[in-house]
């Protein structure tokens, strides 16, 4: 399939645009949220899309260190500049690795990863003390299900070992942004796990049908004449088992190749 994200809504620079990009915070009470968001290559054609990378990542924490509320629902929307490909490319079902360690998901889905990324989660099991849980993300290029594709980021931890899924639901997004990749934390893990910091990148070349193809691709859409752009390149909305919702935008560049 290949899905057009559409034009990208922009704000100009006049210039190279020299802005450094920093991770935004948003703050309800005590409760903090930070998101970050990467594009690379940041130099692109100004016409004609080119294989990309999208990396985003956030984190949770109490202003005052104290215990923060279960992160339930993550939402990634991302700008309508460039598109998004996976015709030819192989799914993974979430049979297949689930339940499975991070070796034997490679081994039965390899060929249908798109990213990787990690996480980290605080256990908070009754009777016990709290404790941080790291473990690494691999993202699966996902069938469809009621009209919507799917991401598939499998959670593996070694120490304990364990593993969940992450299903990330696409679908279209509204304004600037054109695509919307949503997750819910499973219901099994309500119990006891508290997501307090991820981060995960999207990038996969692949062949097919005889042609090079690439599951995100960009141009840098400054007009004519304007070495390149600034522009809001994604969004996060964080909703929290109190009903808490944060939102955070951030803005990025780009340049003209």
């Known amino acids: 399939m290949r899905r057009r994200l ?18 935004e915070l948003n703050q309800q009470g005590n409760l903090v949220v930070r998101f970050d968001s990467e594009l690379s290559p940041k130099r692109l054609p100004r016409h004609r ?18 215990e923060v509320p279960q992160l339930r629902r993550i939402s990634v929307a991302i700008n309508r500049a460039g598109q998004l490909e996976d015709r030819g490319l192989p799914t993974c079902e979430v049979g297949s690795i689930q ?12 060929d249908a990863i798109v990213g ?8 908070r099991l009754d009777n016990q003390r709290s404790f941080t849980v790291k473990g690494r993300l691999l993202a699966f290029n996902g069938p469809r ?12 931890t070694k120490d304990p070992p364990g593993a969940f899924v992450l299903t990330f639901k696409l679908k279209r997004g509204k304004g600037i942004y054109g695509t919307v990749m949503t997750t819910t934390l499973p219901r099994r ?13 999207l990038h996969r070349t692949y062949e097919a049908h005889g042609k090079s193809r690439s599951l995100l691709s960009a141009a840098c859409a400054a007009p004519e004449g304007f070495p390149g752009a600034v522009f809001p390149f994604a969004k996060a909305t964080y ?9 955070t935008t951030a803005l990025r560049t780009c340049k003209v190749r």
């Open 189 to 201: 893990a309500w119990g006891w796990a508290y997501l307090t910091a991820f981060e995960m990148t």
């Open 116 to 123: 990787h990324g990690r996480v980290t989660v605080l256990a």
């Open 6 to 23: 559409a034009t990208l809504g922009v704000l100009l620079v006049a210039s190279a645009c020299a802005c450094t990009a920093q991770a």
């Open 49 to 66: 899309p080119v294989p990309i990378a999208v990396s985003v990542s956030g984190a949770v924490r109490d202003a005052h260190g104290g």
């Open 99 to 110: 339940p499975s360690t991070e070796a034997a998901a490679r081994r039965i889905c390899g």
């Open 145 to 156: 299900r009621g009209g919507h594709k799917l991401i598939l980021a499998q959670v593996y």
């Open 239 to 247: 909703g929290f088992d109190t009903g808490q919702t944060l939102t």
